[in-house]
């Protein structure tokens, strides 16, 4: 039985898993937060459409993050955030023994260009990628150097990532709820399964997706958040994480209102893609 709630249209299957993981001291991530490194994991979702099949949300890490950062100044990224992975991690090698094969990705839809949402772009050579175009244009021109410092490596993505890209922007229009926390949104194939809202702040363009399942209504908030603890707690990152942040003001709008959505909606499954917690929680059955 589907219940009422945020969205109106057609209802997906979601499953959530981890591509590999990075560690950060978590009094970065959250504040009061110990000065022990934890694991971050690199989450991604697979979803399947009743008419568009099979669509990826980000793709955690691959191999090719390891040899894109083999050097300077690619080397900073890995030395900045020690990464973990292993080739049978890759979204490719998780969704091959599901029996899903690389070519059945139809779409992949990227919350933003960091890395560790991008690094597995190259794995699917049929799948067209959805995205905004101000998060895109933010990074492609970037120096190597000014690059690293904004999370990107050019070289993770296809040779024809263009020509393969859609805009969000170029979507439908979705009106949310009154008292919604966040504007309107994208509605991405126009029958409101996928809508796509801004999280401005972390990355340009920065997008979160809401879905529904059978089993109840989602947000996949990106790196709104890097854990379910801060939203609850109203635990905001640490000072020093300005530094990698694109607007520090955007982000801390972007965390009230995610609040907000916890508050007024407490329904939704609010999943940050770092969140070891929520991908234990909501798991790879999740929404199936």
């Known amino acids: 039985m589907i219940q009422e709630g945020i969205l109106t249209g057609i209802p997906v299957e979601l499953k959530l898993f981890a591509a590999g993981y990075c560690r950060h001291p978590e009094f970065f991530t959250i504040r ?11 989450g991604f979702a697979l979803i399947r459409h009743p008419q568009q099949g099979y669509i990826l949300f980000d793709t ?7 040899e894109e950062t083999k050097r300077l100044p690619q080397l900073l990224y890995r030395m900045i955030t020690p990464v973990t992975f292993r080739e049978e991690d890759s979204a490719v090698c998780q969704l091959k023994r599901l029996g899903i094969g690389a070519e ?3 779409y992949v839809v990227l919350s933003h260009f960091h890395a560790d949402h991008t690094a597995g772009l190259r794995d699917f050579p049929n799948a067209r990628f959805i995205y905004k175009q101000e998060g895109y244009a933010a990074v492609k021109k970037l120096s190597p150097f000014a690059a690293v410092k904004a999370g990107y490596l050019s070289g993770l993505l296809p040779g024809d990532f263009e020509e393969r890209s859609g805009f ?4 439908a229009p979705y009106r949310l709820p009154v008292g919604f926390p966040f504007a309107g949104g994208y509605d991405l194939f126009g029958d409101g399964s996928l809508v796509a809202v801004d ?4 990355a340009a363009g920065q997008t979160g997706l809401l879905l529904r399942t059978a089993d109840g209504e989602y947000f996949l908030c990106a790196d709104a958040v890097w854990s379910s603890r801060a939203f609850r707690e109203n635990r905001r990152p640490h000072a020093a994480a300005r530094i990698i942040m694109a607007d520090a003001g955007e982000y801390g709008e972007s965390f009230r209102r995610l609040i907000r959505l916890h ?7 609010i999943v940050p893609s770092h969140c070891s917690e929520a991908l234990r929680r909501y798991g790879k059955g999740g929404g199936g």
């Open 32 to 42: 009061g937060g110990s000065w022990r490194a934890v694991p971050f994991p690199a």
């Open 263 to 269: 508050k007024e909606f407490p329904q939704l499954r």
């Open 199 to 202: 999280l401005p702040g972390h």
């Open 104 to 106: 059945e990705i139809g």
């Open 60 to 66: 955690g890490y691959s191999r090719r993050f390891v």
């Open 168 to 171: 969000m922007e170029d979507t």
